[in-house]
Nanobody, 114 residues
Framework: QVQLVESGGGLVQPGRSLRLSCAAS????????MGWYRQAPGKERELVAT???????NYADSVKGRWTISRDNAKRTVYLQMNSLKPEDTAVYYC????????WGRGTQVTVSS
């Protein structure tokens, strides 16, 4: 099994940056794809970014050019560097591993507000 714990969320002003981390209790080598999703109040969970074991990345159009996903298999951690944050980025951010039936973290709140 894999347990995922997100951290790094918080309250930030528009235009600022945050870096989210997702620490796994087990190896993430078996997670051929890891990703970040988000869910804003009243909205469905949506894909933000994914990264394969080989380092290939994919981003939602809304964050492309602003954010970067990365993974460190040795540290069993996936990161999401979020720059130029906007109020519409406010959401709970979840980490995901596609191993087996899929694993989710419990999420970390990101609030972008002046």
């Amino acid at each position: 099994q894999v347990q995922l714990v997100e951290s790094g969320g918080g309250l930030v002003q528009p235009g600022r940056s945050l870096r989210l981390s997702c620490a796994a209790s087990g190896s993430i080598v078996g997670c051929s794809v890891m990703g970040w999703y988000r869910q804003a109040p009243g909205k469905e969970r949506e894909l933000v970014a994914t990264i394969t074991g080989g380092g290939s990345t994919n981003y939602a159009d809304s964050v492309k050019g602003r954010w970067t996903i990365s993974r460190d298999n040795a540290k069993r951690t996936v990161y999401l560097q979020m720059n130029s944050l906007k109020p519409e980025d406010t959401a709970v951010y979840y980490c995901y591993c596609n191993r087996g039936g899929g694993y989710w973290g419990r999420g970390t709140q990101v609030t972008v507000s002046s």
